[in-house]
């Protein structure tokens, strides 16, 4: 392949690097703005952002590669970056670099320039130096690395059109980039061996000074290469020459950080003892072995109280939009076709309306954990939470997957995508679902407050939600026991330095989220709404027993008389799947009596006991449709979905059985 | 009376310690990994932060991480004396 650099080419194609928590995603928004495209990597679940933007005359093509910390083949996200580097040849390589973590951001630097020297350093968060006692000096270290950096301090979007300018100047050679090389000392001549053992084999377009470099690292994927690409007398030759060297991935990274302390110490200054920090006297506290759990407690209590709080409000005027344009609906077909308003107004309405009642709640509760997130305090919470994620075999970091969970299941096994293995995003994908999602919560809300007095309301929601948490512990221990066996994946996790949210950031945690929730309310549930409008209406003018909807309750009557429910309420469960807030709606069409509330009606049609039973079985029983497709295009396999679908349901049959008749036997029922 | 041996795992540093790193008693996953963190033979840490269970929080390469105990408890250690103490 040609190598040689597009002169006359107006289109430069640049790619993203850096670890992760660095503002790349910061920067890669500021650049292409709302020019960008989000899917997946081809056959992984790991995100692929394409974005361009225009310089001058040029177009610059700029795709954000998944944060790793390193360029080994640990994870799905480590391979696609390296591979992307290798094979898509990217005209630029941006290493984007948190400046107070610059020693250990270094490493990629010093990795990406393993494999190419068309390189452009990006200092973000210049604003953070001085903290951590740090004097960058950005031209000298240009000068130590051989290749164009940049000071940025994304989050105010300052450096951004520097940033462009250097990666122009190096894709057209108006600067020429000679990186300082990396000397691997002791192992220099072990891959010098190596060197030549493979040259002029073909490595599937790695260069052969890395496949060396690889090899002595030990690298999975290089080893699976060597395995196609090189015949059995040379890798017996290359083996041969890696088995007199025992210690390769150490004497490899000991050479890339000797490197790194060669270019710092030409470009800053630092002091010879870590100053004391803002982060560290907070740290003291929320880490501290005693206060840490309580104050983690406290945050997300007073999160999810604030959520409830602010967002009722606005969910009530949302709610009296919606029974006002179905009344003006009504009114303004009232000369139309009869099915057309029943549709819109008994359908299509209180469906998509009764979900989009939540939506206050949900931006309002991501905006939280949007917060939480941004400060660096999540990472903290991540800490906390380790000992007691470990009870159901995982480990602190699937914390936050499981507190999005609260808001919407959706992104919240959307945001497994952080954990390492396999076996631990299954496992966390799997417990999710066992987490009361916001609709869910408005359900069992609506029932506590119709049949508990306001005194006990508070009490039973908190056994609610602890009774949930419960359940995830113990289908976490259960699932790792039998079905997800395994050593557990190390936890390794940066604690970055404590900063101020930026709005931008809270944007982009909470767009993204909502989006995911809003694409669910336009096309799954405006669909079932309007099945469940036929469903009932039809055969047209029989009353609502005898309708289809009416039928399948006589259908589920007897598995739902085993826990004390009636027809309506198990043609609720089902209809709840399609979106748990369907239940309500479907249960204010099947109770509805003139002159009588939907509680009412409930509180007349139920006991306590059974109303209880609902509670429960509704809080735990299958994962919404939605979030079943999402269980499958994340977990790439129908058994595991048909296992996240099942046992979720069985839990909550038994569950409800043991409430009924322990109950019954009682005299409570 | 035989002397304790010098080496422990980092696991059993206390907070406020400084100690070098000797070895990674891991495979080549976890070596590489760590490496990625700036954690190899050498590399000097500070434990800010073990509470006897749960993980460790240490400083190494000025980045602060949070350590799983199990793999704290691979990596072998010298503590390094405090200059200026005895």
Request: aromatic fraction near 8%.
């Amino acid at each position: 392949m040609n190598s040689g650099r597009p002169t006359a080419a107006k289109t430069i194609r640049v790619a993203l690097a850096g670890n992760p928590n660095v503002g790349k995603s910061t920067i890669f928004n500021i650049l292409t703005g709302l020019h960008q495209h989000v899917g997946n990597w081809p056959g992984k679940t790991v995100e692929k952002k394409e974005g361009t933007c225009r310089l001058d005359d040029y177009t610059l093509e700029c795709v954000d590669l998944p944060g790793t910390y390193s360029l080994t083949a640990h994870s799905a996200e480590e391979v696609v970056a390296r591979d992307y580097i290798v094979q898509e040849r990217p005209d630029v390589v941006v290493v984007i670099v948190d400046v107070s973590s610059i020693e250990r951001n270094f490493y990629l630097v010093a990795q990406v320039l393993e494999l190419t020297d068309r390189v452009v350093i990006a200092l973000n968060m210049m604003d953070l130096a001085g903290v951590k006692g740090y004097r960058i000096f950005p031209e000298r270290l240009q000068v130590a690395l051989g290749v164009p950096v940049v000071p940025m301090v994304a989050r105010r979007a300052e450096g951004c059109r520097e940033l462009l300018q250097a990666i122009v100047e190096v894709a057209t050679g108006q600067r020429v980039t000679s990186p300082r090389p990396i000397h691997y000392r002791r192992a220099e001549s072990t891959l010098a061996a190596l060197r030549e053992v493979l040259a002029g084999r073909a490595l599937a377009g790695y260069p052969p000074e890395w496949v060396a470099l690889k090899m002595l690292e030990g690298d999975e994927e290089i080893e699976r290469l060597e395995e196609r690409a090189l015949d059995a007398e040379t890798r017996e030759r290359a083996h041969q020459i890696l088995r007199q060297h025992e210690r390769g991935p150490a004497v490899v990274a000991d050479a890339r950080y000797a490197w790194i302390e060669e270019v710092l110490n030409a470009g800053m200054e630092r002091p010879a003892r870590s100053v004391i920090t803002f982060t560290d006297r907070i740290d003291h506290v929320v880490t501290h072995r005693f206060l840490g759990l309580p104050i983690l407690l406290g945050v997300f209590v007073a999160a999810f109280w604030l959520t409830f709080k602010a967002s009722f409000p606005l969910s009530h005027v949302l709610d009296a939009s919606f029974a006002r344009l179905g009344e003006w609906t009504a009114n303004a077909l009232a000369a139309g076709p009869t099915w057309l308003a029943s549709l819109l107004t008994e359908g299509v309405i209180p469906g998509v309306g009764g979900v989009l009642t939540f939506l206050p709640i949900i931006l309002i509760f991501f905006l939280f954990l949007g917060v939480l997130e941004d400060s660096g305090y999540m990472a903290r919470a991540a800490f906390v939470m380790d000992r007691i994620m470990h009870a159901m075999g995982l480990h602190g970091k699937a914390f936050l997957s499981l507190l999005v969970g609260y808001g919407c299941n959706v992104p919240g096994i959307m945001a497994t995508r952080i954990l390492e293995t396999e076996r631990d995003r299954l496992l966390a994908i799997l417990v999710n679902p066992l987490i009361p999602c916001a609709a869910r919560i408005g359900v069992v809300a609506f029932f506590v407050g119709a049949f508990f007095p306001p005194g006990l309301r508070t009490p039973v929601m908190a056994s609610l939600y602890a009774l949930s948490l419960a359940m995830v512990i113990l289908a976490g221990f259960l699932l790792r026991q039998i079905a997800l066996r395994g050593e557990q994946a190390p936890f390794m996790m940066e604690l970055p330095l404590y900063r101020t949210p930026s709005l931008r950031n809270l944007a982009m945690f909470t767009g993204w989220r909502l989006l995911a929730f809003l694409k669910k309310a336009g096309t799954v549930i405006l669909g079932v709404s309007v099945l469940i409008w036929l469903l009932s209406s039809f055969p047209v003018g029989t009353d609502l027993p005898q309708t289809y909807l009416g039928r399948l309750g006589f259908w589920l009557e007897p598995a739902g008389r085993l826990l004390g429910l009636d027809w309506r309420t198990s043609v609720a469960l089902v209809t709840g799947f399609a979106a748990k807030e369907t239940s309500l709606a479907t249960l204010a069409v099947l109770y509805h009596a003139e002159g009588q509330s939907l509680a009412e009606a409930l509180r007349h049609a139920m006991t306590p006991l059974v109303a209880l039973v609902f509670i429960v079985v509704q809080l735990l029983y299958i994962p919404c449709l939605a979030t079943v497709a999402v269980m499958r295009s994340e977990t790439n396999s129908w058994k595991w979905t048909a296992l996240g679908v099942l046992y979720p349901l069985v839990l909550a049959g038994g569950l409800g059985l043991l409430i009924f008749h322990t109950g019954h036997a009682l005299g409570l029922g | 009376m035989i002397t304790p041996p010098a080496a422990i795992s980092l696991a059993q540093v206390s907070p406020g310690k400084r100690a070098r790193v000797e070895a990674v008693q891991g495979g080549r996953g976890l070596v590489t990994r760590l490496a990625a963190f700036g954690i190899i033979p050498g590399t000097v840490v500070t434990v800010l932060g073990n509470a006897g269970a749960g993980p460790v929080i240490l400083e190494a390469r000025g980045s602060r991480l949070a350590l799983g105990r199990g793999q704290a408890a691979r990596i072998v250690v010298q503590v390094v004396a405090e200059e200026g103490s005895a």
